[in-house]
């Protein structure tokens, strides 16, 4: 049984598709910056450790993010999943946890990297958009890709229309490419990724 410890930062939707997806490994902790985050309820009603790091509390981002990797580093987590966790990692907690900390993002990547991507995506006339997961590196969106899923935007789409679509899609990606990593179907060195061929009879459908 492999060990994940999830990050999150608000409600936590992608973290409760993690736990709701019952696979066979261990959710340590779920772990937060904000101390107000609603997933943190949903965790601690399920069993889950939860633990609250925040950022306030620390007067720079190198010490914020110490203080992270050692409450961290006390579960020897196996896989760290970024699910919705608002806060740039350095490189040096990047690199503390190398090839272990995983992030989904609201884009098909690289297209549209940071934030607002649904409002990026309609005013770039954007035809396709969708999520992202791919492993993290010091460099902001730009680690190897894992999976990623898409959908056509409608004409009639708002970005609040288009972020809930995206969503389901994420619902949908991350607990499966998790699974992948933890079943060794997907794996990493030195930045690169080998996925086994029955992940293809895996994969996801476009939706339109």
């Not at 098909?108 to 999520?131: R, Y």
């Not at 992948?180 to 179907?185: F, T």
Request: proline fraction near 5%; charged fraction near 25%; include cysteine.
């Amino acid at each position: 049984m492999k060990k994940i410890v999830i990050l999150i930062s608000g409600r936590g939707s992608n973290m409760q598709a993690i736990v709701n997806a019952n696979m066979p490994h261990k959710i340590c902790c779920v772990l937060s910056n904000n101390p107000d985050a609603e997933g943190l309820d949903f965790a601690r009603n399920k069993g889950i450790d939860t633990c609250v790091v925040n950022h306030r509390d620390y007067p720079d981002r190198d010490s914020f993010d110490q203080a992270l990797g050692d409450r961290m580093d006390k579960y020897q987590p196996d896989l760290i999943v970024l699910a919705g966790f608002m806060r740039v990692l350095t490189s040096n907690i990047v690199e503390r946890f190398a090839e272990r900390i995983i992030n989904i993002h609201p884009s098909l990547l690289p297209a549209f990297k940071g934030l607002n991507t649904h409002v990026k995506a309609i005013e770039s006339g954007a035809k396709l958009h969708g999520c992202t997961v791919h492993f993290v590196t010091p460099n902001l969106d730009e680690g190897p890709i894992i999976a990623q899923a898409a959908l056509r935007i409608k004409p009639d789409d708002t970005t609040q229309t288009l972020a809930d679509r995206i969503l389901t899609l994420e619902h949908e990606i991350l607990p499966k490419s998790i699974a992948w990593i933890l079943d060794g179907r997907c794996t990493i060195s030195k930045n690169q990724i080998t996925l086994d061929p029955t992940i293809v009879k895996d994969s996801f459908s476009f939706q339109g």
